[in-house]
T-cell receptor
Framework: GENVEQHPSTLSVQEGDSAVIKCTYSDSASNYFPWYKQELGKRPQLIIDIRSNVGEKKDQRIAVTLNKTAKHFSLHITETQPEDSAVYFC???????????FGKGTLLTVNP | NAGVTQTPKFQVLKTGQSMTLQCAQDMNHEYMSWYRQDPGMGLRLIHYSVGAGITDQGEVPNGYNVSRSTTEDFPLRLLSAAPSQTSVYFC?????????????FGDGTRLSIL
């Protein structure tokens, strides 16, 4: 089955800096890659996603890049703010078995 | 729309007890799934359903049963609770049976097994 590796597990940045979280996946049939943000005690919420026919997608301060050849995708957050502090999860959807596999998460802390 | 509704929000059980975690969605989504979230482990898929009457196992199905008699409801049953099942359980749904669409999560059920 699909395996998603996520790095780093923790990331601390200063307010205004950029943050990058990287994920790799194993199943070349995976074709949809969402990113979720989860605040303490809350549900995971989708912040951005990308499909396999697109190499990059941007939404204000958040961008995601996908390299299908290398099977990795990354989340980029620019001009970080304290409210960006949360756990971020990457995931890969494999349409052949209808499953969404998550990485283990990255705890992002933005220091004022 | 209420989205995805999970009940109860909190539950404490004794080892060996059974219970059902409820999940309902009002978005007419075909795909529904259950995940458990443990510290440092991310979200792991327990069971999923691509439509009414169809269910299948995920990554960690042992000790759990599901059914999907209607499009709206997808209950998760713990047959004989064990301490290893202490976790936060999330139900999710997405539009489209086969397509890659965003999943909408419920607020979760925090379950403790003593």
């Amino acid at each position: 089955g699909e395996n998603v590796e996520q790095h780093p597990s923790t990331l601390s940045v200063q307010e205004g800096d950029s943050a990058v979280i990287k994920c790799t996946y194993s199943d070349s049939a995976s074709n949809y890659f969402p990113w979720y943000k989860q605040e303490l005690g809350k549900r995971p919420q989708l912040i951005i996603d990308i499909r396999s026919n697109v190499g990059e997608k941007k939404d204000q301060r958040i961008a995601v890049t996908l390299n299908k050849t290398a099977k990795h995708f990354s989340l980029h957050i620019t001009e970080t703010q304290p409210e960006d502090s949360a756990v971020y999860f990457c995931a890969a959807w494999t349409g052949s078995n209808y499953k969404l596999t998550f990485g283990k998460g990255t705890l992002l802390t933005v220091n004022p | 729309n209420a989205g995805v509704t999970q009940t109860p929000k909190f539950q404490v059980l004794k080892t060996g007890q059974s219970m059902t975690l409820q999940c309902a969605q009002d978005m007419n989504h075909e795909y529904m799934s259950w995940y458990r979230q443990d510290p440092g482990m991310g979200l792991r898929l327990i069971h999923y359903s691509v439509g009414a009457g169809i269910t299948d196992q995920g990554e960690v199905p042992n000790g759990y049963n599901v059914s999907r008699s209607t499009t709206e409801d997808f209950p998760l049953r713990l047959l004989s609770a064990a301490p290893s099942q202490t976790s936060v359980y999330f139900c999710a749904s997405s539009d489209g049976q086969l397509s890659n669409q965003p999943q909408h999560f419920g607020d979760g059920t925090r379950l403790s097994i003593l």
